[in-house]
């Protein structure tokens, strides 16, 4: 179940996939500190955002279309995010989806895997507090407002 699910029918949506509260916490702060917050969706781990993006287990009844962005955490329980960024380039269906990985990961290796699975950015948490909510900022307002989306996630949401 979403944790968070605050979309407007008129607003795209943004995909915040993260199992930390304190990194969703301080994400979701910058996203509402810069009027991003309407079209946000929080789910704890991979499996659960396939099934938000495929509309199925509790997510079943959610309505039609895709984020605009998917913004992904690395290291989760169950499924991580690398295996869910390999699912979704995967799916004809979810592929269009941009998809940033959002990571306290510096590692090379982790960093070369992602963006040979397609990952459309690789964005290492900044430690300071204010650093974190600037980089969120950015974020939010490229993918949100700057980027034009795939046709899929243009479609209605509501």
């Known amino acids: 179940m979403c944790s968070s699910d605050l979309m407007a029918p008129e607003k795209l949506t943004i995909l915040l996939v993260e199992d930390n509260p304190d990194d969703e916490a301080l994400t979701l702060r910058a996203l509402k500190k810069n009027h991003l917050l309407n079209g946000i969706v929080v789910v704890r781990d991979g499996a659960e ?6 509309r199925r287990g509790a997510h079943a009844g959610r309505p039609a279309g895709h984020p605009v962005v998917a913004f ?11 295996a869910l960024l390999r699912q979704m380039k995967a799916d004809p269906e979810l592929r269009t989806i941009p998809v940033v990985m959002l990571t306290s990961s510096r590692e090379e290796f982790d960093l070369a895997q992602s963006y040979q699975a397609g990952v459309n950015a690789y964005v290492v948490k900044p430690v300071d507090f204010q650093q974190y909510l600037d980089a969120v900022k950015q974020l939010g307002r490229f993918w949100a407002h700057v980027n034009e989306p795939p046709p899929a996630a243009a479609r209605a949401t509501a």
């Open 49 to 54: 955002a396939l099934d938000y993006l495929l």
């Open 72 to 82: 992904l955490d690395l290291k989760m329980p169950r499924v991580d995010g690398l």
